[in-house]
T-cell receptor, first 113, second 113 residues
């Protein structure tokens, strides 16, 4: 089945620094999604990408859908304490019966004051 | 617009018992998916329902089942509970499961003792 490799597993950064994380897949995806999860809550959608090469921003967040359709990255600029959480990438193949999300293992982000 | 509502938030059950979890999707969303989240395995796809039909199923034993009602509300059931079933069970809704992102609920934390 599909596998997503997400890196890094964890990051400790100073407030104000930029952050970058990425996901690579052994399979092609039609959609890449980035979620953030905080303790005791479900994942919250940050950015959705639908086309290879697409670059999308949401405030301080920027994500790109890789040209090969097998990778995606998420950048966070000028990090702030409320950015703390676990960030997940997720890929979806929207054809046939594969209407499911395959998730990366997550990047635990800690922002130090 | 109300979000995805999952009940109950917390549940403690004994090995061998069965449990039913409930999910009310966002109004107008017809696709409901279920995921299991554990520290060891991450987010794993259980199944997806659309218009009261199961369209896709993950690699979980038959003890895990679900259904969807005509109002798109969904339930999942786990029979003969095992200690390893302890997890956060997340429900996600989408317009049709093919486009857009999935919106997750806050989850049901199931503990099997």
């Amino acid at each position: 089945g599909q596998q997503l490799n997400q890196s890094p597993q964890s990051m400790f950064i100073q407030e104000g620094e930029d952050v970058s994380m990425n996901c690579t897949s052994s399979s092609i995806f039609n959609t890449w999604l980035w979620y953030k999860q905080e303790p005791g809550e479900g994942p919250v959608l940050l950015i959705a990408l639908y086309k290879a090469g697409e670059l999308t921003s949401n405030g301080r967040l920027t994500a790109q859908f890789g040209i090969t359709r097998k990778d995606s990255f998420l950048n966070i600029s000028a990090s702030i304490p409320s950015d703390v959480g676990i960030y997940f990438c997720a890929g979806r193949i929207s054809s046939g019966s594969a209407r499911q999300l395959t998730f990366g293992s997550g990047t635990q982000l800690t922002v130090l004051p | 617009k109300a979000g995805v509502t999952q009940t109950p938030r917390y549940l403690i059950k004994t090995r061998g018992q069965q449990v039913t979890l409930s999910c009310s999707p966002i109004s107008g969303h017809r696709s409901v998916s279920w995921y299991q989240q554990t520290p060891g395995q991450g987010l794993q796809f259980l199944f997806e329902y659309f218009s009261e039909t199961q369209r896709n199923k993950g690699n979980f034993p038959g003890r895990f089942s679900g259904r969807q009602f005509s109002n798109s509300r969904s339930e999942m059931n786990v029979s003969t509970l095992e200690l390893g079933d302890s997890a956060l069970y997340l429900c996600a809704s989408s317009l049709d499961g093919l486009s857009g992102g999935y919106t997750f609920g806050s989850g049901t934390r199931l503990t099997v003792v």
